[in-house]
């Protein structure tokens, strides 16, 4: 039952100023979160505007986006969505991002999620030492590895396979990832675990029943992460991947970019359409994203 909810079942009223306080006490506390209000439509107007401008150049010819910078395509030309839209290139691009992404959060969240149950429930010598090393890596700029990451996976036999960049990037996610995650399991009661093991739950069976299902929360928001991160990577991808069999999104892009480069409205259009699935899905995980955060933030 939610915070909301009585006893009784019945949902609580939302909170009301007080009749007695006086109107000009009133009118002056809304005054005072018009500024708030003013920001946020600033910084919402100052993030969509662009976003807007590309939707609507992806409707326009190149000519149009010379002689009609600003103003609303004369005629629509829908021609540059239509056509990636039936190309092949571009939805294997889709494709690749999103294998890799699930790939990199699955294995990210899975090994993270026994590291830091381990860090959290466990008690043995250089436990703190072995989190501290975990944290380091949060201090570690991915660029500097670039390097040698890439000789190490030529020697493996790694370059153009996919798997060259998701265990990088796993490896990478591990950090944040199990921060987040012990944070959450240790905040779960000793007690619990107590009752589980007289019950006869071993300890993987406690970590896979209980643990698990309580963290939930941490659990979507790690995951958003990793998925966000590995959408959004650029340089790995450009490394590992020659052929265009495995290239992601961003390397897509930049690759359409050299190929069309005097088709700038094509160009636009290729961008919006590269950035709808990563819209489309912050907005149904926001909630999650934003709700793991908070709930972290309050536990303690």
């Given at each position: 039952?939610?915070a909301?909810?009585?006893?009784?079942g019945a949902?609580?009223?939302?909170?009301r100023?007080?009749?007695?306080?006086?109107k000009s006490?009133?009118?002056?506390?809304?005054?005072?979160?018009?500024p708030?209000?003013?920001?946020?439509?600033?910084v919402g107007?100052?993030?969509?505007?662009?976003?807007l401008y590309?939707?609507?150049?992806?409707?326009?010819?190149t000519?149009q986006?010379?002689?009609n910078t600003?103003?609303l395509?004369?005629?629509?030309?829908?021609?540059n969505?239509?056509?990636l839209?039936?190309?092949g290139?571009?939805?294997?691009?889709?494709?690749s991002?999103t294998?890799?992404a699930?790939?990199?959060a699955?294995?990210?969240?899975?090994?993270?999620a026994l590291?830091?149950?381990?860090l959290?429930?466990?008690?043995?010598?250089?436990r703190?030492?072995l989190?501290?090393?975990?944290?380091m890596?949060?201090?570690?700029?991915?660029a500097v590895?670039?390097l040698p990451?890439f000789?190490l996976?030529?020697?493996f036999g790694?370059l153009?396979?996919?798997?060259?960049?998701i265990?990088?990037?796993a490896?990478?996610?591990?950090?944040?990832?199990?921060?987040?995650?012990?944070g959450?399991?240790r905040?779960?009661?000793g007690?619990l675990?107590e009752?589980a093991?007289?019950?006869g739950?071993?300890t993987f069976?406690?970590?896979?029943?209980?643990?698990?299902?309580?963290?939930?929360?941490?659990?979507?928001t790690?995951?958003v992460l990793a998925?966000v991160?590995?959408w959004n990577?650029?340089?790995?991808?450009?490394?590992?991947f020659?052929e265009?069999t495995?290239w992601?999104?961003?390397?897509?892009?930049?690759?359409?970019?050299g190929?069309?480069?005097s088709?700038v409205?094509r160009?636009f259009?290729?961008?919006?359409?590269?950035m709808?699935?990563?819209?489309a899905?912050?907005?149904?995980?926001?909630r999650?994203?934003?709700?793991?955060?908070?709930?972290?933030?309050t536990?303690?």
């Amino acid at each position: 039952m939610s915070a909301s909810t009585s006893v009784t079942g019945a949902k609580s009223a939302p909170p009301r100023v007080p009749a007695h306080v006086p109107k000009s006490v009133r009118r002056r506390r809304r005054l005072r979160t018009v500024p708030v209000y003013v920001v946020l439509w600033a910084v919402g107007v100052f993030m969509v505007t662009p976003l807007l401008y590309a939707l609507v150049s992806g409707f326009k010819s190149t000519d149009q986006l010379s002689g009609n910078t600003f103003g609303l395509p004369d005629p629509w030309v829908t021609s540059n969505y239509t056509s990636l839209l039936g190309s092949g290139a571009f939805w294997r691009s889709i494709g690749s991002s999103t294998v890799i992404a699930l790939a990199t959060a699955v294995l990210t969240v899975g090994a993270a999620a026994l590291a830091a149950y381990a860090l959290a429930r466990f008690a043995f010598r250089g436990r703190e030492l072995l989190f501290t090393v975990f944290t380091m890596g949060l201090m570690f700029p991915f660029a500097v590895a670039i390097l040698p990451l890439f000789i190490l996976l030529r020697t493996f036999g790694l370059l153009d396979n996919p798997w060259g960049v998701i265990l990088p990037q796993a490896a990478f996610g591990l950090p944040m990832t199990i921060v987040i995650l012990r944070g959450f399991f240790r905040e779960i009661p000793g007690e619990l675990e107590e009752a589980a093991t007289l019950d006869g739950c071993s300890t993987f069976g406690f970590f896979w029943r209980i643990l698990l299902p309580l963290a939930r929360p941490a659990l979507g928001t790690v995951s958003v992460l990793a998925i966000v991160g590995s959408w959004n990577n650029f340089l790995l991808p450009l490394l590992v991947f020659s052929e265009p069999t495995w290239w992601t999104i961003p390397v897509g892009i930049q690759q359409f970019q050299g190929q069309y480069s005097s088709d700038v409205a094509r160009i636009f259009a290729y961008l919006v359409l590269a950035m709808a699935p990563a819209l489309a899905f912050y907005a149904v995980a926001e909630r999650q994203l934003i709700g793991g955060i908070t709930l972290g933030a309050t536990k303690g």
